[in-house]
Nanobody
Framework: DVQLQASGGGLVQAGETLRLSCTAS????????MSWVRQAPGKGPEYVSA????????YYADSVKGRFTIPRDNAKNAVYLQMNSLKPEDTAVYYC???????????WGQGTQVTVSS
């Protein structure tokens, strides 16, 4: 099993930057594909970004492409969400998600709130 701890959310103004962190327990972090999912009030979940286990492949939702990046550091058991040029529509609770390679086994971290004021 892996336990995920997300942090880094907060209240910022439009145009500012935040960096979310998700750290994982255990010794097999490099075996997990990682993603960030957000949920805004009254809306369904949105897959914001994902990266494969080695960090060589990334996915970005159209809504964040060009503004967000998803670096990971397997030596630190961590994945990040670098969020630049934040917009009010980025306001949501952000969750990190781990999926073990080649399986349907998924783990979720607790959410971290991001609020962007206009």
């Amino acid at each position: 099993d892996v336990q995920l701890q997300a942090s880094g959310g907060g209240l910022v103004q439009a145009g500012e930057t935040l960096r979310l962190s998700c750290t994982a327990s255990g010794r097999t972090f490099g075996s997990y594909d990682m993603s960030w999912v957000r949920q805004a009030p009254g809306k369904g979940p949105e897959y914001v970004s994902a990266t494969n286990s080695g960090g060589g492949t990334s996915y970005y939702a159209d809504s964040v492409k060009g503004r967000f990046t998803i670096p990971r550091d397997n030596a630190k058991n961590a994945v990040y969400l670098q969020m630049n040029s934040l917009k009010p529509e980025d306001t949501a609770v952000y969750y990190c998600r781990a999926q073990r390679m080649g399986t349907t086994t998924v783990y979720w971290g607790q959410g971290t709130q991001v609020t962007v004021s206009s």
